[in-house]
């Protein structure tokens, strides 16, 4: 786009943002807490299913105290279901950062604040602009979409290098006396109307100064390599029951699903069956001999760079203790109290079929 051009660009998408944005309730605030927990959120998320996850987080945290004084446990059940739990944990760990490093504020300055766990280019750019008014523009996957039809740029969004390129090219375009509203509307126009599929581009404000519109090669931006498919595995899981009681494992504290509980399990070897994977990975585990009752789920679940086929098997416990250098924690809980700990969805999936011992047909 010519230089001439941009603050046409800027005044368009601005009138169009003004009167087609979205009641959204992270717009109806400036306190840099609460618009964080909601670009916290929204990454790989979509708005729909955030919003109620929103209010559910504010109402039990309604402020950064609040957040730096709870436990990492009731976080997570709180974001339970929302997915890429690095999010939380990292939220929660920096809320405690600056309650103690910065008095209970949270910086403006943008390397203090990017300097905060879980903090990157993105999550600085959104709050410090919208909250602060300070000039630095946001690169989501919405605004590289717009960028690439735009200014017609064969660069592939997915392209690990290409950050930086587009990172440019939106702090060339930025409204820079309103930067907030500018980012929200640049983030906006890409998810109501420069949509992947089937764009709007004849309700599109902009379209007159749109590379890729004004030569017909909307569908063909943006470009993106073409992923290597993504690989499935088969898992076998075991709800061991003793007496009237089950056991659940605490995954470590980082990593995937990090500080979820689960059930014991994992990954079968080659040519085994689920039934044998789940005796072996419960011994191997966590040091228990168990006896399979019956097969209680089948199922799927999707992952970012993998998915899962999960037989669950409900087990009794014959003998053995749960090793020490085992899991990171583990517990006998009542099902009565299964609510209370926060699973991986793909436990959940299977938990509402888990009914007590004396319920299960003996085989």
Not at 121 to 133: E, K, N
Not at 175 to 193: C, D, K, S
Not at 211 to 218: P, S
């Amino acid at each position: 786009m010519l230089p001439t051009s941009i603050p046409l660009f800027q005044q368009r998408l601005l009138d169009w943002y003004r009167d087609h944005q979205r009641n959204l309730p992270w717009r109806e605030t400036r306190d840099p807490y609460r618009i964080w927990v909601s670009e916290v959120m929204l990454q790989q998320t979509q708005v729909a299913t955030v919003i109620g996850y929103y209010h559910r987080f504010l109402n039990r945290f309604p402020d950064i105290a609040a957040l730096a004084r709870a436990h990492q446990q009731p976080v997570l059940k709180i974001w339970e279901g929302l997915g890429y739990y690095a999010r939380a944990r990292n939220l929660h760990r920096a809320a405690r950062h600056v309650i103690i490093d910065h008095r209970g504020h949270i910086p403006s300055d943008y390397h203090l604040f990017r300097s905060l766990p879980g903090v990157g280019g993105y999550i600085a750019a959104a709050v410090l602009s919208i909250a602060f008014d300070q000039p630095h523009a946001v690169v989501d996957g919405n605004v590289k979409r717009v960028l690439a039809r735009i200014e017609g740029l064969d660069t592939p969004v997915n392209q690990a290098s290409a950050h930086e390129f587009f990172q440019k090219i939106a702090d060339r375009l930025l409204y820079r006396a309103g930067p907030g509203t500018f980012n929200q509307a640049m983030m906006e126009i890409g998810a109501l109307v420069c949509t992947p599929r089937r764009p709007g581009c004849h309700q599109c404000p902009v379209s007159t100064l749109c590379t890729a519109f004004g030569t017909d090669t909307v569908e063909h931006f943006p470009l993106r390599i073409q992923r290597k498919p993504v690989p499935e595995y088969a898992v076998a899981v075991g709800v061991i029951y003793k007496k009237d009681r089950v056991l659940i494992t605490l995954r470590p504290p980082d990593g995937l699903l990090g500080g979820l509980w689960e059930f014991p399990g994992g990954r079968l070897k080659a040519d085994e069956t689920p039934r044998a994977a789940c005796l072996r990975e419960i011994r191997e585990e966590v040091n228990l001999d168990v006896e399979i009752i019956e097969h209680l789920a089948h199922i799927k679940h999707a992952y970012t760079h993998f998915k899962i086929r999960m037989d669950v098997f409900a087990c009794r416990w014959i003998n053995g203790r749960v090793r020490r250098n085992g899991p990171t924690a583990h517990k006998w809980i009542r099902l009565n109290t299964i609510g209370t700990y926060p699973f991986p969805t793909a436990n959940r999936k299977f938990i509402p079929l888990i009914r007590p011992l004396s319920d299960i047909a003996q085989k």
